[in-house]
Nanobody, 115 residues
Framework: QVQLVESGGGLVQAGGSLRLSCAAS????????MGWYRQAPGKQREVVAV???????NYAAFVKGRFTVSRDVVKNTVDLQMNSLKPEDTAIYYC?????????WGQGTQVAVSS
């Protein structure tokens, strides 16, 4: 069973930074990709950044140049460094892991950016 536990959310002023971390446990050998999604109130969940098992990264257009996704293959963690945060980045951020084409989700961590 796959478990994903996020940490690092909080309240920050516009222009500030936050770092989210997700720890994966369980049977994740051979996973396809890990990454971060977010869901703002009244909106659908959307992809933020993904890193594949080979280390390839992909970012949503709205975070390019501001966010960086990284992973530690030893610790089985994936981090999201968020810089130059904007009020529109306010959302619940979810860790995601895809294993044998099946998505797994963390419980989410709240990020709030004040103007």
């Amino acid at each position: 069973q796959v478990q994903l536990v996020e940490s690092g959310g909080g309240l920050v002023q516009a222009g500030g930074s936050l770092r989210l971390s997700c720890a994966a446990s369980g049977s994740i050998t051979g996973f396809n990709a890990m990454g971060w999604y977010r869901q703002a109130p009244g909106k659908q969940r959307e992809v933020v950044a993904v890193i594949t098992s080979s280390g390839t990264t992909n970012y949503a257009a709205f975070v390019k140049g501001r966010f960086t996704v990284s992973r530690d293959v030893v610790k089985n963690t994936v981090d999201l460094q968020m810089n130059s945060l904007k009020p529109e980045d306010t959302a619940i951020y979810y860790c995601n892991l895809v294993l044998r084409s099946r998505p797994h989700w963390g419980q989410g961590t709240q990020v709030a950016v004040s103007s």
